[in-house]
């Protein structure tokens, strides 16, 4: 039973403009919810965050929101970069539990 | 630099054999954890360690299991490989506590099952 879902598998964008990646979660107890970047033949790297308590993080270039009453997260990427053209995963994690959960991706292309 | 080592990049193994992969952290993590990718179904866990010596079952821990006998090295084994664990494995580390947890990934190894 999938307790984080991507339900986009893919996103193009046109660069300089904004990339949205949605994630849903099914279980209101997580406390924490983190982004994850990953490049083929790379393993996947930490991007941003947001505690349960917050519904805005920013830094720099992306910013990650929560919806708690949807159990709901997107990250947004302004202006987005060929570079960013990647697999995003989000995940979850509860504050006292060790192990993470992740959804399923989204592979962004970002077209020059 | 944090580093987490992935024996070996790529395998190829016939159905039936024993696969080891190994994992090596140099962060003086607490946490090691086994994850494998597939495509549609992101990243699953197979097993995780929060110390020497323990494990906890992730969401598909049937047909592997894992050793952990120093901090820095978690084992992922195959006992009998099947063609339906052809995947990418990943490996990961993270410190103990509450808060983020951030996990370091490996590079991924690769299996293919024949």
């Known amino acids: 039973d999938q307790q984080v879902k991507q339900n986009s598998p893919s996103l193009s964008v046109q660069e300089g403009r904004i990339s949205i990646l949605n994630c849903d979660y099914t279980?209101?107890?997580?406390?924490?919810f983190l982004w994850y970047k990953k490049y083929p033949a790379e393993g996947p790297t930490f991007l941003i965050s947001?505690?349960?308590?917050?519904d805005k993080n920013e830094d720099g270039r992306f910013t990650v929101f929560l919806n708690k009453s949807a159990k709901h997260l997107s990250l947004h990427i302004v202006p987005s970069q060929p570079g960013d053209s990647a697999v995003y995963f989000c995940?979850?994690?509860?504050?006292?539990?060790?192990?993470?959960?992740f959804g399923a991706g989204t592979r962004l292309t970002v077209k020059p | 630099d944090v580093k987490v080592t992935q024996s070996s990049r790529y395998l190829v193994k016939r159905t039936g054999e024993k696969v080891f992969l190994e994992c090596v952290q140099d962060m003086d993590h607490e946490n090691m954890f086994w994850y494998r990718q597939d495509p549609g179904l992101g990243l699953r866990l197979i097993y995780f360690s929060y110390d020497v010596k323990m494990k906890e079952k992730g969401d598909i821990p049937e047909g592997y299991s894992v050793s952990r006998e120093k901090k820095e090295r978690f084992s992922l084994i195959l006992e009998s490989a099947s063609t339906n664990q052809t995947s990418m494995y990943l490996c990961?580390?993270?410190?103990?506590?509450?808060?983020?947890?951030?996990?370091?990934f490996g590079e991924g190894s690769r299996l293919t099952v024949l």
């Open positions: 990961a580390s993270s410190r103990s506590g509450g808060g983020t947890g951030e996990l370091f």
């Open positions: 995940a979850v994690k509860r504050n006292l539990n060790n192990d993470m959960r």
């Open positions: 279980n209101s107890m997580f406390d924490y």
């Open positions: 947001i505690s349960s308590i917050k």
